[in-house]
């Protein structure tokens, strides 16, 4: 295992999120994660929705392809979860900008063996992503004969670490050239 100082250690300390809270609060609220596996020297990176309980990242997927490929060969894995912020235009290219927040967690993932915690963990992406839906009221609940197509990962976790970059007083009056219309450009 790399030593978690390492993993962790960022090169802006004025934008580091250092409260364990706040990493946790990103990590719960972001939509999409990225999952980064290795095959031998080659970095995939795969798109995942998927749960934080506030010690596992649950996720979950097919029992055959790549990225179970990769995990079968090297568990070791980064998670990164990210938002947007505002658009920063100013009067010079270089100093134009975006406001973000990110979480990178890097730890080993594991197969969710027990049917109890495949449930668990199932059942915690259902309520995060539709929690106006109530199981035996708006849909059927998870039985027996779904859990076993369905592979189950959690991502045991080593190290955390977040960074943000935000700009309360930056002036963000007028359209960016991004949201020009093509004749608005060329005028």
């Known amino acids: ?3 978690p100082q390492i993993l962790t250690t960022i090169r802006r300390h004025d934008r580091r999120i250092a409260d364990t809270a706040e990493l946790h609060a990103l990590l719960a609220r972001a939509d999409i994660g990225y999952l980064a596996t290795a095959a031998e020297n080659q970095p995939y990176v795969t798109p995942y929705t998927f749960w934080f309980d506030g010690q596992f990242v649950y996720f979950h997927g097919a ?7 990769n995990l079968a060969r090297n568990p070791r894995v980064c998670f990164t979860v990210a938002e947007r912020g505002r658009y920063l235009p100013t009067n010079t290219a270089m100093e134009f900008s975006v ?49 076993s197509p369905t592979a189950v990962f959690a991502i045991d976790i080593d190290a955390m670490s977040g960074k943000r970059k935000a700009a309360p007083d930056h002036p963000t009056t007028g359209r960016l050239r991004a949201f020009f219309s093509l004749d608005e450009v060329a005028e």
């Open 63 to 69: 029992k055959k392809g790549r990225v179970k490929d």
């Open 99 to 147: 406001e973000y927040a990110s979480v990178m967690v890097f730890g080993a993932v594991r197969k969710v063996e027990t049917d109890a915690e495949k449930i668990y963990a199932l059942n915690g992406m259902l309520e995060k992503y539709f929690p106006h839906l109530k199981a035996g009221t708006d849909y059927r609940a998870i039985v027996q004969t779904e859990l």
């Open 1 to 3: 295992m790399t030593d």
